[in-house]
């Protein structure tokens, strides 16, 4: 029992998934379906574009401006990085200008100290530095002494050289040094501090001399980090740095990032493209797995370089408010559209499927089945259901005529059975012929006789269209037999027979119109030494066959491949009549592209050329 009910809810599942297959299958082929994806995507697709054209202009846009904007922010914290770097060199030349500081370090310079320190010194150069908080220490550098300034360094045995050399090989020019840690002790206690440094030669004011020492002032790196905070937009994620000619960071609002390589945080090198000796720039770019916008300034002051970093995906917050819009505006579209096209689809299958039943009637026989037709309808539905009506009416007509016309055909066949006598009463008649001229010793009369018989036989065959290759070309020796017989110059005629296209199928009596035309015409006027060549073989998909004569040819030389009676040459009047009636009769049966070609020249004689298909 329960391998009943088992099998009983198999069948019914299988049962509801089958209808609800062509349930899916009659969906998607319903004229409602059709125009419910027709009118969604009419829809859907025009609002596409229209979104993704104006997310790309509004993106466009976004970029050209955030693009412009940091351009001109930048340029505006390079001038005043510009400013303060060139207030620096004008406060280190006062430094050593000053004649009070020029004779102190003069005289130190002459101590046998490798460090020195001097309190007037210091008080001196602190009135200097105390003009702007930035400045964290002076000092003076020989090959051979320190002389302390403001603070003392604790790491000058590891900056001293790189400071003097470097300074001294640029003779009067101003050398800046990268950020660096900086340590520092004074009377009170020892400290670090990031700073950067600018250094210069050192000349005496009276004779220009050389004094083989460097200044080299400490400028705290918060300096530059003020200004660069300067840069950043609260409402976008951006970065601004300074980097060295190297590609160094020299400043950045993350101290942790200082002194490291830029190139560290850029994906695939990119950052290189700053550091290629363009001086300004703009380039997209992955930076700390990000997507970024980079532009760059170089200063100029010296090589360092301004780089402003702003993330694409802050700039497009507002083009996300766009597509967010567009995006509900799509979905209220589709939502119309669908039940705009489900009212239409419905207002046009209901009559529809009405129609479809009617036809189902009609094709099952009934064709008395008519269209409730709503007087009203004026539109395509309404001229399709009174057209409908007017074909299924005249349908009927139709068949109760073809009724008619089929009684009168079998009274035709009846008749056309009773002629068939005739054929027979002939055949018959002309084999008496034959044997009454046999009993008479009219040999030559019998002969006839049954040439004449077999000829008609294959002429009238078996009411077919078509005979064997092997029986047209018998029907062509009857022909020439009876021909021979009659005369007293016999013409010679020779087959050229391929053995494979024996057994094809060709359109019946067209080889011998064609050889009658040459006996009549052709030899008229030469009684000696007339030859028919008569030739068939297969050239791929076609059967050629080829009627040569050696007869007087046309009077004028003719070479054409259609047979109109106004375009035929003169002598060539008897073509309109027989040939024509092959090249007619070859068209209906195998098709417009066969029939004849006829080429001709006075005295050489006539070749006809007979195509046509391959018949089986």
């Known amino acids: ?76 914290t390079g001038e005043n990085i510009d400013i303060r770097f060139s207030g620096y060199k004008d406060m280190l030349m006062q430094v050593i200008t000053n004649t009070e500081v020029m004779s102190l370090l003069d005289k130190l310079q002459q101590r046998d100290e490798s460090i020195v320190e001097h309190l007037t010194l210091t008080t001196k150069l602190a009135y200097f530095t105390a003009v702007s908080p930035e400045f964290k220490s002076i000092s003076f550098i020989t090959d051979a002494q320190y002389i302390k300034g403001i603070f003392r360094w604790e790491d000058l045995e590891a900056h001293r050289a790189d400071f003097y050399e470097r300074t001294m090989a640029e003779r009067n020019s101003y050398v800046w040094f990268p950020t660096r840690l900086g340590q520092y002790s004074d009377t009170a206690d020892n400290h670090e501090e990031l700073v950067f440094s600018l250094a210069k030669q050192v000349f005496n004011i009276y004779d220009g001399r050389q004094m083989g020492m460097v200044v080299v002032l400490d400028i705290r790196e918060e300096m530059l980090s003020d200004i660069l905070s300067k840069n950043t937009d609260s409402e976008l994620s951006t970065e601004s740095f300074v980097i060295d000619q190297n590609g160094i960071i020299l400043s950045h609002a993350d101290k942790s990032m200082l002194m490291t390589p830029m190139n560290l945080y850029f994906q695939n090198d990119t950052g290189a493209a700053i550091q290629d000796g363009v001086k300004e720039g703009s380039f997209v770019a992955k930076y700390k797995g990000k997507e970024v916008m980079v532009n760059y300034l170089q200063l100029k002051s010296n090589d360092w370089k301004v780089v402003h970093i702003i993330e694409r995906s802050s700039l497009y917050k507002d083009s996300n408010q766009v597509i967010k819009v ?267 592209e066969y029939g004849l070609t006829i080429n001709s020249k006075p005295g050489k004689g006539t070749v006809v050329v007979i195509t046509l298909p391959i018949l089986e």
Not at 31 to 53: D, E, N, S
Not at 446 to 461: D, F, K, N, T
Request: glycine share 6%.
């Open 326 to 592: 567009i995006a509900m505006i799509m979905i209220l579209c589709v939502l119309f559209s669908i039940i705009t096209a489900y009212a239409m689809a419905s207002s046009v299958s209901k009559p529809l499927k009405a129609m479809v039943k009617a036809m189902k009637q009609v094709h099952l026989g009934n064709l008395a089945t008519r269209i409730r037709i709503n007087e009203d309808r004026i539109d395509e539905i309404g001229s399709l259901e009174y057209h409908f009506n007017d074909m299924v009416g005249r349908i009927e007509e139709l068949v109760e005529a073809v009724y008619e016309e089929q009684n009168n055909k079998r009274i035709a066949e009846v008749k056309a059975l009773e002629a068939q006598i005739n054929p027979h009463f002939l055949y018959n008649t002309l084999d008496a012929i034959k044997w009454t001229a046999l009993f008479q010793k009219a040999n030559n009369t019998a002969e006839m006789a049954r040439l004449l018989s077999r000829l008609l036989h294959i002429s009238i065959g078996k009411g077919s269209d078509t005979v064997l290759v092997h029986e047209e070309l018998e029907h062509v020796e009857c022909y020439m037999g009876i021909q021979n017989l009659r005369t007293t110059t016999p013409i010679e005629v020779n087959y050229e027979i391929e053995d494979k296209v024996k057994m094809y199928r060709t359109p019946k009596v067209i080889l011998q119109p064609i050889v009658e035309n040459a006996v009549l015409h052709g030899f008229a006027d030469q009684p000696q030494g007339a030859v028919i060549t008569i030739r068939c073989r297969q050239e791929g998909k076609h059967l050629l066959f080829e009627i040569i004569d050696n007869g007087l040819g046309f009077e004028d030389e003719v070479n054409f491949g259609s047979l109109e009676a106004d375009d035929l040459p003169k002598g060539a009047f008897f073509l309109g009549v027989g040939l024509s009636n092959v090249e007619e009769r070859i068209k209906l049966i195998c098709g417009q």
């Open 1 to 76: 029992m329960r391998l009943g009910l088992s099998l009983f809810v198999s069948k019914q599942v299988e049962m509801m998934t089958m209808r609800l297959g062509k349930g899916w299958r009659h969906l998607r082929t319903s004229i409602k379906y059709k125009w419910i994806l027709l009118l969604t995507a009419m829809t859907l697709i025009p609002l596409f574009i229209l979104g993704l054209v104006s997310y790309s202009i509004t993106k466009d846009a976004i970029d050209k401006k955030v693009t412009d904007s940091s351009k001109q922010l930048i340029r505006q």
